[in-house]
């Protein structure tokens, strides 16, 4: 076996002094010195260290950068707007009133670095005020104007808005109240094809992965000698084969393009019957008032990140889907997974938007439709599965 050659470190050695081989022959004359040549004598310390007599960070401490802009995507667009250094010094005027707060005047610079160091400072202030969070101020553009607005968000609070299908399923199956399941398909309709609302059925949803989990863990791995307990296996597959047939069924345009008419043709037979006319009436009315509005205009791609770099937000899929029931030992189970994993996550994706400072109204930026929207889809669940 070959070793490598070992080289010795420290002070302990003088450096070997080479040897040529043979000399090189002169090619010119070579005077003769009136002295000895002594030559240099070799050091094993090598060179001296020497250092600067300050701190060469000391630069670099001193030095101010300006404050860089993260905002919306036009604002790298504004800087060919004619105005804008002037709709931005209006909406400044107005934030100050507004939240009571001085912001000074900085040194003249090209945009956006004017705009930038004083919304830094706004920010600031804003910090210090325990009425608004400094994330609750931003500055956007619409209509070819820079303003500054404020984070409106519709709390949906800590709930799982999950729609049961297995009840639609039961009542597609039945011949009694096949008016209601109509109404019911309607309604269904609406919430998966045109609101988006995910389906667990769906292989990238969220809850699609959390039912396979279950369905493939074995409950017996903590008990030793115990055979393997997958209680949850066939009941998995059922639901899912569910959630299949409900899915296909509201796939039919036929169920959208009939809403209004069932609605009008419905005659009620007994109380339970008016609970679902009344419900699917007030879908019925959020489908035409926001004939193209999806569960997901609103949402923002803002991501709070851990130590580790991983997502510590709780997305919207994840509290919002179709499910295969709210009843029952699976539905338990789903619901303490779910609730293990997101306990540990720090926020919450809510719909949301950002209203001018100024009060004014610009069309369609609103929370009217998620509002309404959530508070139907928990009177929903209360009908279909009581």
């Known amino acids: 076996m070959e070793h490598a050659r070992i080289y010795s470190k420290g002070y302990d050695q003088f450096a070997k002094k080479g040897r040529p081989d043979q000399t090189a022959q002169t090619t010119l004359p070579v005077r003769s010195l009136d002295g000895k040549d002594k030559g240099r004598r070799r050091n094993p310390k090598g060179q001296a260290k020497v250092r600067a007599n300050f701190n060469a960070a000391d630069g670099f401490m001193r030095s101010s950068f300006a404050p860089k802009l993260i905002e919306t995507e036009h604002i790298a667009q504004c800087r060919k707007l004619p105005n804008n250094n002037g709709d931005f010094s209006s909406s400044l005027v107005k934030s100050e009133k507004e939240f009571n707060i001085l912001v000074h005047t900085v040194e003249p610079s090209e945009f956006p670095y004017n705009i930038a160091y004083q919304l830094t400072e706004?920010?600031?202030?804003?910090?210090?005020?325990?009425?608004?969070?400094?994330?609750?101020?931003?500055?956007?553009?619409?209509?070819?104007?820079?303003?500054?607005?404020?984070?409106?968000?519709?709390?949906?609070?800590?709930?799982?808005?999950?729609?049961?299908?297995?009840?639609?399923?039961?009542?597609?199956?039945?011949?009694?109240?096949?008016?209601?399941?109509?109404?019911?398909?309607?309604?269904?309709?609406?919430?998966?094809?045109?609101?988006?609302?995910?389906?667990?059925?769906?292989?990238?949803?969220?809850?699609?992965?959390?039912?396979?989990?279950?369905?493939?863990?074995?409950?017996?791995?903590?008990?030793?000698?115990?055979?393997?307990?997958?209680?949850?296996?066939?009941?998995?597959?059922?639901?899912?084969?569910?959630?299949?047939?409900?899915?296909?069924?509201?796939?039919?345009?036929?169920?959208?393009?009939?809403?209004?008419?069932?609605?009008?043709?419905?005659?009620?037979?007994?109380d339970l019957d008016r609970q679902y006319f009344k419900i699917a009436?007030?879908?019925?009315?959020?489908?035409?008032?926001?004939?193209?509005?999806?569960?997901?205009?609103?949402?923002?791609?803002?991501?709070?990140?851990?130590?580790?770099?991983?997502?510590?937000?709780?997305?919207?899929?994840q509290y919002l889907s179709f499910c295969a029931s709210t009843k029952g030992d699976l539905f338990d189970q789903l619901f303490n997974d779910v609730n293990l994993e997101l306990q540990e996550l720090s926020s919450m994706q809510e719909p949301t938007v950002f209203l001018p400072i100024d009060g004014s109204n610009i069309e369609g930026n609103e929370l009217d439709f998620e509002k309404m929207l959530f508070d139907l889809i928990e009177e929903l669940v209360c009908i279909i599965e009581p």
């Not at 009315?285 to 709070?304: C, Q, R, T, W």
Request: hydrophobic letters at 35%; glycine letters at 6%; a negative charge.
């Open 281 to 317: 009436e007030k879908f019925w009315k959020l489908y035409n008032d926001h004939p193209s509005a999806s569960v997901f205009g609103n949402i923002m791609e803002d991501v709070d990140m851990t130590d580790d770099g991983e997502e510590s937000i709780v997305r919207l899929e």
């Open 122 to 270: 706004v920010r600031e202030q804003l910090g210090k005020s325990l009425l608004l969070n400094r994330k609750d101020i931003r500055l956007v553009e619409h209509q070819e104007c820079i303003f500054f607005a404020r984070r409106e968000t519709h709390c949906v609070g800590m709930v799982l808005y999950y729609i049961p299908v297995k009840p639609l399923y039961d009542m597609m199956r039945s011949d009694c109240r096949k008016n209601s399941c109509q109404l019911m398909l309607s309604v269904y309709a609406y919430l998966y094809r045109v609101a988006n609302v995910p389906s667990y059925t769906d292989k990238d949803s969220y809850l699609h992965s959390a039912y396979e989990w279950i369905g493939e863990r074995d409950f017996s791995e903590d008990m030793e000698g115990e055979q393997p307990d997958f209680r949850y296996g066939t009941e998995v597959g059922q639901v899912m084969e569910i959630g299949s047939v409900v899915q296909l069924e509201l796939q039919n345009p036929i169920h959208l393009t009939e809403f209004g008419n069932r609605l009008r043709g419905f005659s009620p037979a007994d």
